[in-house]
């Protein structure tokens, strides 16, 4: 248990975390490329 979550009900809740597990997961399709862009980039000018 982390400090501070003691009582939390989301805590032991997996549909909580599976729903906002999804809400994030089109920022990975977003952000995953980026990155990957950026990082071959400098790769390709070092």
Same mark, same amino acid.
């Given at each position: 248990? %982390?400090?501070?979550?003691?009582?939390?009900?989301?805590?032991?809740?997996?549909?909580?975390?599976?729903?906002?597990?999804?809400?994030?997961?089109? %920022?990975?399709?977003?952000?995953?490329?980026?990155?990957?862009?950026?990082?071959? %980039?400098?790769?390709? %000018?070092?």
């Amino acid at each position: 248990m %982390l400090p501070g979550a003691e009582g939390m009900a989301e805590y032991r809740d997996l549909g909580f975390h599976a729903v906002e597990a999804l809400k994030g997961s089109p %920022l990975i399709v977003v952000v995953g490329p980026a990155v990957g862009d950026v990082v071959a %980039l400098a790769e390709a %000018l070092a």
